[in-house]
């Protein structure tokens, strides 16, 4: 990517979370000693585990991310309830050991694969993007994870593989929004393969240096960060190369609202609202909505992805 | 006390008092009081807020004429003005919260959102809808237009309808709130509905089949 490095945030830049949570609590303690009506600290964060990974400028925007409070407790992750806080109310007792992948459909190698064998070959690395939510929202995050393009090619997906989809853990007794059908369970999502073979597209295990909390996701989701945010599966539990378009979830519950590619797009509108301009998550009363960006400013990147295409048709 | 005296010095100042509940606890969100916040995205919290407010307390105003009815209350009616301007206020103030904060003052992109947006262009309409009532509230209005102040004032049922339409059609997929007060909404106009019919046409053995089915 091409951004000057003058006005680039380093990833060193960003608080991390320890700190920010005990300048937090130091606050928090402050207040109280003040003012009894101020006396709620920050729940301490429940020890996660530390994950090893490397930095990656290329692919890192200059942008300051969101903390790590705003991106673990606004979420959309139906399966855990609609409200944006539901997920992290919900799904702390959501288990992700053991977890399995399965791997079907037009590829030579396939099968049920532990968690620990599809990330055992993979370096992880720490990548600031953006995340641009079709409600016009907004934030920016260091994911760690690696490229979905490594992970793909594993399987060896044969000639006939146009399409990748993913499925997301569909368990009732453990996800409660499951218990509604509010869209058609289990969510599917998915990419064309050359989508999915951009370097950008991202298998994500962590954010903020951490294993991903599970009301983001956990353990293995998807991360595209030039879609709109429900195109980027969450708990995904399997795998499968299709010669056809995926019926994707959001696809399939309101058509003229949701498209199979979700690329982020100002000049299209959702027939309900505005996607010119997008609001930062974290800006309080005073933030300004800022303008979006065609691709989610990653239009360098992708835009040749869609050369030809109608985009206000395959929207 | 005697009711003029219940009224004015206990029921109407608890109502007031009550009415202002939504915004005290909004407010000691905004200032992190008892735990509690705005959320990550405040401006969208306090937009659903007080509009939710402004929707609950609307509802509450047609609950006023059943109660009134059903619980053989005919004082109650006092308490509906009351209500309904409350209605009115946190629906002007939805209303600005969504220009002021939400649109930044972007006058343009509002006119062109109340246009092309359904579930702006019934909002706004509801909101249009309260203006005269609101205005015509007052007990000289009331003397001054006689009859016809009643015509006028069931414009609120269009009111009332048109923003739970302006609920509905905002949510991106669970509904289910929503068509809860869609049903509220259906049980406090159908109650009006089957009063009249049966006003109209006295129920006897012959005319009773005619008008069943608008009783059921």
Known sequence: MTRSPSTKVLPSDITPPEVFFSRRQAIAAALAAGAVGFAHAEEPQPAAAKLKYSRNAQYSVNEAPNSFEDITGYNNFYEFGTDKSDPKANAQEFRTKPWSVTVEGEAEVKGTFTLEDILKPHALEERIYRFRCVEAWSMVVPWLGFPLADLVKRFKPTSKARYVQFTTLNDPKQMPGQRYQILNWPYVEGLRMDEAMHPLAMMVVGVYGQALPNQNGAPLRLIVPWKYGFKSGKSIVKISFTERQPRTAWNVATPNEYGFYANVNPAVDHPRWSQKKERRIGGGFLAKRIDTLPFNGYADEVASLYKGMDLTKFF | ?216
């Not at chain 2, 009351?82 to 649109?103: C, E, P, R």
């Not at chain 2, 702006?120 to 909101?127: K, Q, Y």
């Open chain 2, 1 to 216: 006390m005697t009711v003029d005296q219940r009224y004015r010095w206990v029921y109407k100042p608890v109502v007031f008092v009550a009415c202002l509940v939504p915004l005290v606890l909004l407010v000691s969100r905004g200032f992190g009081l008892f735990g509690q916040s705005l959320g990550p995205d405040p401006i969208k919290f306090t937009l659903h807020w007080i509009g939710k407010t402004a929707l609950n307390i609307l509802m509450l105003t047609l609950l006023v004429t059943p109660v009134r009815h059903l619980a053989g209350w005919p004082h109650v009616v006092r308490i509906r003005r009351m209500l309904g301007l409350f209605a009115f206020s946190y629906a002007l103030l939805h209303f600005t919260i969504y220009i002021v904060l939400d649109q930044e003052l972007d006058f343009t992109g509002l006119l062109k959102d109340i246009a092309k947006r359904p579930y702006i262009t019934v909002g706004f309409a509801a909101l249009v809808i309260l203006i005269p009532l609101a205005i015509t509230s007052t007990n000289k209005m009331m003397r001054r237009l006689g009859r016809r102040w009643q015509t006028l004032h069931r414009w609120v049922y269009a009111a009332a309808i048109l923003g739970v339409v302006h609920y509905y059609w905002q949510v991106k997929r669970d509904v289910r709130e929503p068509l809860i007060y869609a049903g509220i909404l259906a049980i406090l106009l159908g109650y009006r509905l089957v009063r009249r019919l049966r006003k109209a046409k006295p129920i006897t053995s012959t005319s009773g089949s005619a008008t069943a089915p608008e009783r059921t």
